[in-house]
C-alpha cells in the first residue's frame, strides 16, 4: 500500500522540489560514472591499457575456413568422406548422424602484411590490417545453436538471466559519457539467413538495471520519443522531469530502493540525451571522403554506417559498443553467401579500425571481430551449392588495438579446420584477456547474487591469452 503523504508535508517538500531532485540526480550521475557504491564496483586491479570496447558482432557463425583459416588439407579432400576418426561422438548440429563429405576451402587465401597473416580474398579491406590485427584461430565455445552460443558468448553462460559482458563492464569501470548511455548497441542485416537477436544479448541480468544496454535503432529515430511532441517545449519537459523526479526522491528516502535511484537516474540520462542524441546521428559534420571510407550512406541502417557512428560514439565516451550484423547463417550456398556478406561488413571492419588509429584512438579502443561460432569443414544442403552447419570446436576471431599486439597469428585447428588443437581459447579465456586490457583482473571481479560470488568467467579456470598482448 502506497505510504500516505499529507498535503502540508506535500507542499512543504514541494518547495525544494527541483533542488532536492537536482542533488539527488547529481549524487546518483557521481555513482553511475565513477565513484565507489555499493551498486558501482570501480574496479581498477592494474593499468589499463583499453578505455572501452567495440565489438563487431558477426551473428549467425561466419565461416572461419572462408575468412581467416586456410586448409590445405581439407581442399585436397574436397568431396570425399570427412574421416570418422575426427568427428566420432562430437556434437554436431543439423548434420548428426547423416554422411559427412569434405568441402574444401570455397575461395582462395593469401598473405598479407609484413607479418605475412594469410586472409581469405573474401576479405580485402580487413587483409590490409594484417599488422593490427591479432587472429585467433583457436576458438571454442560450448553452445551449438545461435541463441543460447551468443548467450554464451555475451555472458559466459548459456543460462539466460546472467548480465552480459557489456554490463559487467559498465559495472565495473562505469561511463565516460554524461549525455549518453555506457553501453549501446547497434543492428543491421543483409547477405544470408538473418537470426533474430533477443534484447536479453544486452541485458544487466541480475546487476542493477542501469548498466544494461540501450539498443539504438539503424533508421529512423535511433530512440523512441528522443524528440518532444508537437507543442512540448524543452522547458516544458524539464519542468516534468524536475517534479517527477522529486516525487521519486521522495519514495527513495523512505523505501531505499536502488532502482528507484536508477530510475531517477535514467529519467535525468533521458532528458540529456534528446539533445545529444540528434546530434550523434547526424552525420553533416562529416567529410564525404570519410562517409566514402566506411561505405557510409547516412541514415540507411547499414552496418558502414553502424560503424561509424560506433567511432562517434566512442568519441563521447561510451564505454562499451557493440554491433551486430545479422547475415552470416549459411546453411547452404556457403560460397556466395560468404562474398556477399563479406562486402557488407569489410570495407566498414576495415575503416573502422583505420579511422581510430588515424585520430590516436586505436591504442586505447579495443576492437574485436566475430561471431557466436565457426561452420563445419563438412558440406551440408546440395552438392551443386553446399553450406556449412554450425560448428563449436574450433573458429577464428580476430582483435586489434587497446593492448593487442598486432600482426600475430594465436593457435591453430587441425588439418580439416575441426578441432582447436594448438592452444584452445575459451570464451571464458577471451572474456579473461578483455578484462585484463580494461584493467581488471577477472578473478577478483565479483558481484554477489543469491549468496555467490558471481563473475563473468565463471567458475571454470579462464586463463588471459598473454601471447596475442602487446
Known amino acids: 500500500m502506497p505510504d500516505p503523504i499529507q498535503r502540508r508535508t506535500f507542499l512543504r517538500s514541494g518547495t525544494v522540489g ?17 565513484s565507489a557504491s555499493s551498486e558501482q564496483a570501480t574496479v581498477s586491479h592494474h593499468p589499463a591499457k583499453a578505455k572501452r570496447v567495440i565489438f563487431l ?57 609484413q607479418s605475412g597473416q594469410e586472409i581469405a580474398a573474401t576479405l580485402p579491406h580487413i587483409a590490409k590490417l594484417a599488422d593490427d590485427i591479432a587472429i585467433v584461430r583457436s576458438m571454442t565455445t560450448e553452445q551449438i545453436n545461435h541463441d543460447p552460443a551468443h548467450t554464451f558468448m555475451n555472458c559466459g553462460s548459456q543460462i539466460s538471466g546472467r548480465p552480459c559482458m557489456g554490463s559487467w563492464i559498465q559495472y565495473g569501470l562505469g561511463s565516460e559519457s554524461e549525455n549518453l548511455p555506457g553501453f549501446v548497441v547497434l543492428t543491421s542485416v543483409g547477405g544470408g539467413q538473418s537470426q533474430p537477436i533477443a534484447s536479453r544479448q544486452w541485458h544487466s541480468g541480475f546487476l542493477p ?57 535514467q529519467y535525468e540520462l533521458a532528458f540529456r540525451m534528446q539533445a545529444s542524441v540528434p546530434e550523434l546521428v547526424d552525420l553533416s559534420s562529416e567529410s564525404q571522403s570519410t562517409l566514402d571510407r566506411y561505405g557510409a550512406t547516412p541514415g540507411d541502417g547499414s552496418f558502414a554506417s553502424n560503424c561509424l557512428l560506433a567511432r562517434r560514439l566512442a568519441q563521447r565516451g561510451v564505454r562499451f559498443i557493440q554491433l551486430y550484423h545479422r547475415g552470416w547463417d549459411h546453411h547452404g550456398g556457403v560460397k556466395k553467401g560468404v562474398e556477399v556478406t563479406s562486402k557488407l561488413v569489410d570495407q566498414a571492419s576495415w575503416a573502422l579500425v583505420d579511422d581510430l588509429k588515424r585520430r590516436g584512438m586505436l591504442d586505447d579502443t579495443l576492437v574485436v571481430w566475430g561471431g ?34 598486432g600482426g600475430v597469428t594465436h593457435g591453430s585447428t587441425d588439418d580439416f579446420g575441426y578441432n582447436a588443437v594448438e592452444n584452445p581459447v575459451s570464451v571464458h579465456d577471451f572474456h579473461a584477456t578483455m578484462l585484463h586490457l580494461l584493467g581488471i583482473q577477472h578473478e577478483q571481479f565479483t558481484y554477489r547474487h543469491q549468496g555467490l560470488d558471481m563473475k563473468l568467467t565463471g567458475v571454470e579456470p579462464a586463463q588471459v591469452v598473454t601471447p596475442i598482448l602487446a
Open 18 to 34: 527541483i533542488g532536492a531532485a537536482a542533488l539527488a540526480s547529481q549524487l546518483i550521475r557521481d555513482r553511475a560514472w565513477g
Open 372 to 405: 557466436e561460432f565457426g561452420r563445419t569443414p563438412m558440406s551440408q544442403g546440395s552438392k551443386t551449392n553446399p553450406g556449412r552447419d554450425h560448428h563449436i570446436k574450433g573458429f577464428s576471431l580476430w582483435m586489434a588495438g587497446g593492448g593487442i599486439r
Open 57 to 113: 558482432c558477426m551473428a549467425g557463425g561466419p565461416s572461419h575456413l572462408e575468412t581467416l583459416d586456410y586448409k590445405s588439407k581439407l581442399a585436397e579432400m574436397d568431396g570425399k568422406p570427412m574421416p570418422a576418426s575426427i568427428t566420432a561422438g562430437q556434437p554436431i548440429a543439423q548434420l548428426q548422424g547423416k554422411a559427412l563429405t569434405c568441402l574444401g576451402p570455397q575461395t582462395t587465401f593469401a598473405k598479407h602484411g
Open 209 to 265: 538495471s542501469r548498466f544494461q544496454g540501450v539498443h539504438f535503432h539503424s533508421k529512423g529515430d535511433p530512440v523512441l520519443y528522443v524528440g518532444n511532441p508537437p507543442g512540448v517545449q524543452r522547458t516544458d519537459q524539464r519542468s516534468v522531469i524536475d517534479a517527477v523526479n522529486a516525487l521519486n526522491q521522495q519514495r527513495f528516502q523512505i523505501a531505499e530502493n536502488p532502482e528507484i535511484a536508477t530510475t531517477i537516474s
